[in-house]
T-cell receptor, first 114, second 109 residues
């Protein structure tokens, strides 16, 4: 069991640049979630995939954010024209079919926008 | 008002003490998680509850569905228990999690 992995673990970028994060869920987990956690706060839901279909997006996900899961396995989260307010920990979680209440979290990608 | 609230916000305890962390929620839920987060960000699920009580080692979690309240208890606390403890509720059709802000626990030797 390799667990949920995320890459990169840390990203420092300048305001206005584009960044892309990757999440590899546990093999055969069909559900994948993205969450964002700002300093001192609990995580907040961003978006959810079931297989390759993006079934729900939070209003937090502005038009600068896009997420994909093209083959129903790994997922990418892209932020265009980054702003300082995008600085946060981006967490990915996956859960298996039929056991949606069991979410396994990745280590997160910490984004710092200068 | 947040849908999931935790108290207290910060907690300091002496090694060996019995610790209780509380969580209340204002929405209908399918299940509730207690999560542990260490510095650096990694989140580990400690418990998933939909009713009653669960125990794992020195940790006990309870939930009262009628009162919309859950507690996490740590017996014989140890400095390695120092972490952020987050309560999260499964809400909505897609089982996404709604999180509390988390409680920072420091256990002093």
């Amino acid at each position: 069991d390799t667990g949920v992995s995320q890459d990169p673990r840390h990203k420092i970028t300048k305001r206005g640049q584009n960044v892309t994060f990757r999440c590899d869920p546990i093999s055969e987990h069909n559900r994948l979630y993205w969450y964002r956690q700002t300093l001192g706060q609990g995580p907040e839901f961003l978006t959810y995939f079931q297989n390759e279909a993006q079934l729900e997006k939070s209003r937090l996900l502005s038009d600068r954010f896009s997420a994909e899961r093209p083959k129903g396995s790994f997922s990418t989260l892209e932020i265009q024209r980054t702003e300082q307010g995008d600085s946060a920990m981006y967490l990915c979680a996956s859960s298996p079919s039929g056991r949606a209440y069991e979410q396994f979290f990745g280590p997160g990608t910490r984004l710092t926008v200068l | 008002k947040n849908e999931v609230e935790q108290s207290p916000q910060n907690l300091t305890a002496q090694e060996g003490e019995f610790i209780t962390i509380n969580c209340s929620y204002s929405v209908g839920i399918s299940a509730l998680h207690w999560l542990q987060q260490h510095p650096g960000g990694g989140i580990v699920s400690l418990f998933m509850l939909s009713s009653g009580k669960k125990k794992h080692g020195r940790l006990i979690a309870t939930i009262n569905i009628q009162e919309k309240h859950s507690s996490l208890h740590i017996t014989a606390s140890h400095p390695r228990d120092s972490a952020v403890y987050i309560c999260a509720a499964h809400t909505g059709a897609n089982s996404k999690l709604t999180f509390g802000k988390g409680i920072t626990l420091s256990v002093r030797p």
